[in-house]
């Protein structure tokens, strides 16, 4: 259910059925047994969709997009996904990401390491700070990963009624819930990725016991090659320490993470423009996401990472001009879609944001860089149905709006914040 208080609605059977209802599970439970396709009921003619089982031990099930279609869904369904290519997923998927609808799994190609030779170096290369210059779609590197991930758990969607509800309890519970049915190296990426609970004094030694049963897996065994953990966390400080560098994350008070001297060097270099907005501006958080290894002594060491500003509604950012439109969007009350690059470069024609309180087709907004005086390719890298914004920092004001749709035209989907919240065996991801 939305916070507009309609639930989705799917053709199951032959029967429109809401999702959540009591005959949901049941339903869809059915249609995969029957290798039955749902469709999603946000437009009349309804888009396909399908069922997949979830992993565990817990038998359900779960209603999914077919791969390549979020963009045939209505603006205002859940399922909807921009044009792909005005987004960075575009470039990866069906290459770095590989969905199959028969198994319900994901199968991710990564371009760095998840283990390594105790005793050599442990420098980041193509995957740590250089890795959200990379070009390639044919791999997944740390920032397009993260990218990924924050997608998947529909972080980058905002609707008026989530204000004051998106918390580091719902992000890490999106996050985690996105990383399932996920395969990474032959492994699934749900077990090897640690993001911090929530801190309570009360519940510390529940916590410290939890954390160091999963990092167990990452310590150094000799004669065998390192496994290594994927940490996303809010960071709170990199500084130098009494020896060598550290990484402080929020959620994680008595344990540093450790860095080398010349991965902390780069981190100027590399995440500059990343670093100078978390510097100058209070409400950004700043999220982090790293492999690290475990020492025998249990002191855990980053051998890559990452860096992703964000808003207080935990909305990724590029710089200050983002921030300004996404601020501006979320202070109108907007709804819509915040786009994000995974392995495009900064030159690259991006949709800053998709609004999805609008009449189909969604309008894309687009900030367009200093420097660029022929915006031809942003009016061009969409279908010309597609209504297209653009705003020139450098030397406009930024530019009215669109126009929110008339309420009796929004679909019957609505827009999430994550995840629908509804029990385990009736739980609908959107991929």
Request: with cysteine; net charge neutral; hydrophobic share 40%.
């Amino acid at each position: 259910m939305d916070s507009a208080g309609r639930r989705t609605a799917y053709l199951v059977g032959g029967r429109r059925i809401e999702a959540g209802s009591p005959e949901f599970a049941e339903a869809i439970a059915r249609a995969h047994a029957a290798h039955q396709r749902p469709r999603c009921l946000c437009l009349v003619d309804g888009v396909e969709m399908y069922v997949a089982r979830l992993a565990g031990s817990d038998g359900g099930y779960i209603v999914k997009r077919m791969p390549d279609t979020g963009s045939h869904h209505a603006p205002d369904c859940a399922s909807y996904e921009p044009p792909p290519e005005v987004s960075g997923l575009g470039q990866v998927l069906g290459s770095a990401i590989t969905e199959d609808p028969a198994t319900g799994e994901t199968t991710l190609k990564l371009d760095f390491a998840m283990s390594k030779v105790t005793g050599r170096s442990s420098v980041p290369t193509s995957g740590g700070e250089s890795d959200s210059v990379a070009s390639s779609g044919s791999k997944l590197s740390l920032r397009s990963l993260l990218h990924y991930l924050w997608d998947q758990a529909e972080l980058t969607r905002w609707h008026p009624g989530f204000t004051g509800k998106r918390t580091w309890v719902t992000v890490r519970k999106h996050l985690l819930q996105a990383a399932e049915n996920k395969i990474a190296r032959g492994d699934s990426l749900r077990a090897r990725l640690y993001i911090p609970e929530a801190f309570t004094v009360e519940q510390r030694d529940a916590i410290y016991a939890r954390r160091v049963a999963q990092w167990s897996q990452a310590i150094a065994v000799p004669g065998k090659p390192q496994q290594l953990m994927l940490l996303i966390a809010e960071v709170k400080e990199i500084v130098p320490a009494r020896y060598g560098f550290k990484a402080v994350v929020k959620h994680v008070p008595d344990q540093a993470f450790a860095l080398d001297e010349q991965t902390y060097r780069r981190l100027g270099r590399r995440f500059g423009p990343e670093l100078g907005l978390w510097g100058a501006a209070d409400d950004i958080h700043m999220v982090m996401i790293a492999t690290f290894s475990v020492a025998a002594s249990g002191i855990p060491t980053i051998v890559e990472l990452s860096l992703m500003p964000v808003t207080r509604q935990w909305l990724p950012v590029e710089d200050g001009f983002h921030k300004q439109l996404v601020e501006r969007l979320v202070g109108d009350g907007r709804s819509f879609v915040k786009g994000l690059r995974y392995n495009l470069g900064t030159g690259s024609a991006l949709a800053s944001a998709t609004l999805t309180d609008c009449e189909n087709p969604a309008p894309l907004l687009f900030v367009i860089p200093a420097g660029v005086e022929d915006d031809g390719r942003y009016r061009q890298v969409c279908e010309p149905s597609i209504p297209v914004w653009l705003w020139h920092p450098a030397s406009e004001a930024m530019p009215p709006l669109p126009r929110v749709a008339c309420p009796r035209t929004v679909g019957a989907a609505g827009a999430h914040a994550g995840p629908r919240e509804m029990p385990r065996n009736a739980l609908l991801a959107h991929k």
